[in-house]
């Protein structure tokens, strides 16, 4: 068992977690290779539902196109940092095809230009609304997936606290900002806090898979 983590390599690391994530240097993609869910979700209304008053709304799922790209990119650069993957590397995550990136798009009748879309990531009975707040529960499902811990996860919907609050103990970035702003690069010492806080609670009951202090 590994010790301390500031000491692993990133070798160490992936052969430790081949069962929930693996890495392909010649894509520069990262695989996740668990979910919450055992199925593919049905996303429902991907056809337009019309309202009397002329407004229109439906459901798109993403499988290409810039905000898919967004989504895989921010939540790969916290696994790579996670991972002591080269950050020169602009990295893509690939979750199971259990996950399922969406768009709910709506439109008023008067003017059908002025829409409000909305992205979420469906995974098992989990949906989040942003890559800030699913970043929390990919590094729970890499860590603790395939281990026998029953370990909470730091995310928002399974620690019931509030995302400002994680994105702190995170360092992640704002959860509202813009797709086209690059999120801040948080240092590898914030996620491993949270594992310490995590083993804190839970100590002399269970080991870590990484075999953290």
């Known amino acids: 068992m590994i010790e301390n983590y500031s000491t692993i390599s990133s070798a160490s690391i992936l052969k430790l977690l081949s069962s929930t994530v693996s890495v392909d240097h010649k894509t520069c993609t990262i695989h996740l290779l668990v979910s919450d869910a055992q199925t593919t979700p049905t996303i429902p209304n991907t056809d337009p539902i019309y309202g009397e008053d002329g407004s229109c709304s439906f459901n ?10 967004h989504w ?16 020169a590397v602009r990295w893509q995550l690939r979750w199971p095809k259990q996950c399922v990136l969406y768009t709910t798009w709506s439109m008023k009748p008067e003017n059908t230009v002025q829409e409000r879309r909305d992205t979420y990531l469906k995974d098992g ?12 529960h990919l590094l729970w499902l890499i860590t603790y997936h ?41 240092q590898v010492s914030h996620i491993v806090r949270n594992a310490k806080r995590v083993e804190k609670n839970r100590k002399e009951r269970r080991h870590d898979p990484l075999g953290r202090n």
């Open 60 to 69: 798109q799922i993403e499988t290409d196109g810039p905000t898919i790209k």
């Open 72 to 87: 895989r990119y921010l939540c790969a650069y916290y696994v790579a940092i996670y991972l002591k993957l080269d950050l």
């Open 125 to 136: 009975p989990f949906v989040f609304r942003s890559p800030d707040e699913f970043v929390p």
């Open 146 to 186: 395939a281990s026998d811990d029953n370990l909470t996860c730091g995310c928002k919907y399974c620690s019931k606290r509030d995302q400002t609050t994680i994105n702190d103990e995170y360092s992640l970035g704002d959860p509202n900002a813009s797709p086209s702003m690059p999120a801040p690069g948080p």
